[in-house]
């Protein structure tokens, strides 16, 4: 089943030629999360300075590794990482073993800083007629989100692709930082979505009342 996913998957990436011989990565998970799963877990972009191309990262999908444990990232042990270990706290706080579960970045295309991007908005418009066949094929209950702000953010482009009719927001118990919750009927069927702060500068995990109010969105979709 989940080949048959991963080559649906790569015919969408290589129709999106706009972006397709750009540095990036689709999946941050390993190719056989294309099944259906409780989540589809997803940060903003690809980060560091790797050439690989986004057509060239398509070779992962087959190799069984996922970023957040299997890889080195500036030159730590795989999975050591802060962010890498970031992921794995909150993924576990919530009960899912990272190995498992599917996770991409809302922009496929990579660069250091969100910042440095130099066309962040048009790239998440060609990235997300993927993450469109990624839904399908996961069906996932709700999206979890890290990257909350109001701009150029997992969050937002969410928000601005699915058109939520409403919003629900609490304090992050920490600074400026705000998390967000919506449902949108999508695709015939429910799906919430649910956005923390980045994981950079934010550890959820260790503040059980956004835990449990990030499982109950999860929990509630039907």
């Known amino acids: 089943?989940?080949?048959?996913?991963?080559?649906?998957?790569?015919?969408?990436?290589?129709?999106?030629?706009?972006?397709?011989?750009?540095?990036?990565?689709?999946?941050?998970?390993?190719?056989?999360?294309?099944?259906?799963?409780?989540?589809?877990?997803?940060?903003?972009?690809?980060?560091?300075?790797?050439?690989?191309?986004?057509?060239?990262?398509?070779?992962?999908?087959?190799?069984?590794?996922?970023?957040?444990?299997?890889?080195?990232?500036?030159?730590?042990?795989?999975?050591?990482?802060?962010?890498?270990?970031?992921?794995?706290?909150?993924?576990?706080?919530?009960?899912?073993?990272?190995?498992?579960?599917?996770?991409?970045?809302?922009?496929?295309?990579?660069?250091?800083?969100?910042?440095?991007?130099?066309?962040?908005?048009?790239?998440?418009?060609q990235s997300w007629p993927i993450h469109v066949e990624i839904i399908d094929i996961v069906k996932p209950k709700a999206i979890v989100a890290y990257g909350s702000g109001d701009k150029q953010s997992p969050f937002s482009y969410l928000r601005d692709f699915l058109c939520p009719a409403e919003i629900e927001s609490i304090h992050s118990e920490q600074g400026n930082f705000w998390c967000h919750r919506f449902s949108v009927e999508y695709q015939g069927r429910s799906l919430n979505v649910v956005a923390v702060p980045h994981l950079t500068r934010y550890s959820p995990y260790t503040k059980p009342a956004v835990m449990r109010w990030v499982a109950e969105w999860i929990e509630k979709a039907v």
């Open 1 to 125: 089943m989940s080949v048959g996913n991963i080559d649906r998957i790569k015919r969408a990436v290589l129709a999106q030629s706009g972006i397709v011989d750009k540095p990036g990565k689709v999946l941050y998970s390993a190719g056989d999360t294309l099944r259906p799963h409780d989540i589809y877990f997803m940060g903003i972009k690809p980060g560091g300075t790797l050439p690989t191309t986004i057509r060239q990262s398509l070779n992962d999908l087959d190799d069984g590794r996922n970023e957040y444990l299997d890889y080195s990232w500036e030159g730590r042990p795989p999975g050591e990482q802060k962010l890498q270990k970031q992921v794995r706290r909150f993924l576990g706080g919530l009960g899912f073993d990272v190995r498992g579960v599917p996770a991409s970045n809302i922009v496929f295309t990579r660069e250091r800083t969100v910042g440095l991007h130099p066309d962040l908005d048009g790239d998440a418009l």
